[in-house]
């Protein structure tokens, strides 16, 4: 695609090619098995590492009435980019941009009564309704309050309720193990949802959404799905655990494909070191390839030695250590040219490696491997159904 000037753009070191209309799909396909309940498009960690604005923006068209993060300034991001839909923002620390968030129409989450205070205080000072959404502990034992102090804080938010301070939006709660199928807390963290949200009624209170499925209790429980269910890993067309299938078997399609130029090829000698510690030495007469990548792009350090890449239509294996830049594959005498794209990891649809592949060599999950792709790495949006025949390029925070 020509840039502004009309020359052609400069070739990328690397690229992760965001497809848009994979992610549409995604949604697409979730929103079928969601029960009929609403859908929320988690974004946090700019949509994990896919773009929050892009891709929120593309979650939307394709129906998510509702958008997660899980910091109030990712909420609030969001809104100046100038989406004005539903957005919740959950993890909150003393002292956080409470009235900005309130006066932005974001959903805040609380946990316990130091945060039900400093909503309320914020919503005083600003003269705003906040819309608050209570979460509680299940079992997950992160955020969430405990079943021994719910009812007091189910109390507080009622009676602030009652003077205009807040509304009560949600109350919420996160599984687990549900990526387990058949785990046994899953069944005792239903009853505790039930058990907190019998309290929550019986306190006047009436929330617009209850929710507790994250991605994989959206695939597979469809009595967890209540009013909403919260998909994350998902949206981006990756697997939540290798247990519930493969993405193609959850109807979902990978959304992020990691390539990057080669940046030399060389002929070395049999016995030659390659990379810092020489945990690679080559067993015979080969033909090396530089892949500019390194872990300050994400590249795990922990793939040395095991991460695979496509480079000249085969399977390679990363040849000694990950640098900070890049790092080297063992062409074992093919040819490859300067320039040739090295694909780490994609949908598969050209035998290329998968992110879960990824996660496999560096002993992790999918989530990680496409979370940690740095900014380095400039995004490349695909949206054949808004720009036929081309690219998007990246825009700034995008």
């Known amino acids: 695609m020509p840039t502004a000037s009309g020359a052609a753009p400069r070739p990328h070191r690397a690229r992760a090619e965001i497809d848009l209309g994979a992610l549409r799909a995604n949604v697409r396909s979730l929103r079928a098995r969601a029960s009929g309940a609403e859908l929320m498009a988690v974004v946090k960690s700019d949509a994990y590492g896919h773009g929050a604005v892009r891709c929120g923006r593309a979650a939307r068209e394709a129906g998510a009435s509702w958008l997660g993060t899980a910091t109030p300034e990712e909420a609030l991001a969001l809104r100046a980019a100038g989406d004005r839909g539903r957005i919740m923002a959950w ?76 509304k009560v939006t949600g109350v919420w709660s996160h599984f687990a193990c549900a990526d387990e199928p058949g785990h046994p807390s899953i069944a005792a963290q239903l009853r505790r949802f039930h058990e907190a949200l019998d309290v929550a009624a019986r306190a006047g209170l009436d929330p617009e959404v209850r929710h507790h499925a994250n991605s994989p209790a959206t695939l597979t429980l469809p009595e967890a799905h209540f009013d909403l269910v919260r998909t994350g890993v998902s949206v981006y067309g990756l697997s939540p655990s290798p247990e519930l299938g493969t993405p193609a078997d959850l109807g979902l399609r990978p959304v992020m494909t990691l390539s990057a130029s080669i940046a030399l090829v060389k002929n070395t000698p049999g016995g030659h070191g390659v990379g810092y510690g020489h945990t690679y030495r080559t067993p015979g007469e080969t033909t090396l390839a530089l892949v500019p990548l390194g872990y300050a792009d994400g590249i795990p350090r922990h793939a040395s030695g095991t991460g695979p890449v496509l480079v000249a239509g085969k399977w390679r294996t990363i040849a000694g250590r990950v640098a900070m830049d890049q790092f080297v594959v063992d062409l074992g005498g093919d040819a490859a040219r300067v320039g040739e794209e090295a694909v780490l990891f994609g949908p598969g649809d050209r035998g290329e490696p998968t992110a879960e592949d990824w996660a496999r060599a560096a002993g992790t999950i999918g989530y990680e491997i496409v979370t940690r792709i740095s900014t380095r790495v400039p995004r490349v949006y695909r949206d054949p159904e808004h720009e036929p025949g081309g690219d998007a390029e990246p825009g700034p925070g995008e």
């Open 91 to 166: 993890l909150w620390t003393p002292g956080g941009p409470w009235r900005e968030a309130i006066e932005a129409d974001i959903d805040v989450s609380a946990s316990g009564r130091w945060a039900l205070d400093e909503i309320v205080a914020a919503a005083r000072a600003c003269g705003r309704t906040a819309r608050v959404q209570l979460k509680a502990d299940t079992g997950l034992g992160r955020n969430g309050c405990q079943p021994a102090d719910w009812p007091g804080l189910v109390a507080a938010a009622r009676s602030a309720e009652a003077e205009g301070a807040l």
